[in-house]
């Protein structure tokens, strides 16, 4: 089993910055990354940025340029610095684990950004 942690959601102004944190521990081997989706109320999961074993990133169209997706040392951890916030960014925010059997999720951390 995987266990994921997210931190570093909040409440944030329009144009603000937030960092999120995902540490992942339990039978962590054979990654093939890890990512951040996201969903507001009544919408779908969406994907927001991944990162591969090799250190390969895709964003979603709607962040590219204002979120960085990063890998802490150890290669169990992932970041997402998010810049230059809108209102439409507001959602919960889902880490995502995955080796070569299964991809694991986080219990999510919300992210709110004010008008």
């Known amino acids: 089993q995987v266990q994921l942690v997210e931190s570093g959601g909040g409440l944030v102004q329009f144009g603000g910055s937030l960092r999120l944190s995902c540490a992942a521990s339990?039978?962590?081997?054979?990654?093939?990354?890890m990512g951040w989706y996201r969903q507001a109320p009544e919408k779908q999961r969406e994907m927001v940025a991944i990162?591969?074993?090799?250190?390969?990133?895709n964003y979603a169209e709607v962040v590219k340029g204002r979120f960085t997706i990063s890998r802490g040392n150890a290669e169990n951890t992932v970041y997402l610095q998010m810049n230059s916030l809108k209102p439409e960014d507001t959602a919960v925010y889902y880490c995502?684990?995955?080796?070569?059997?299964?991809?694991?999720w986080g219990q999510g951390t919300q992210v709110t950004v004010s008008s």
């Open positions: 339990g039978s962590i081997f054979s990654i093939y990354g």
């Open positions: 995502q684990y995955c080796n070569k059997d299964a991809c694991y």
């Open positions: 990162i591969g074993s090799g250190g390969s990133t």
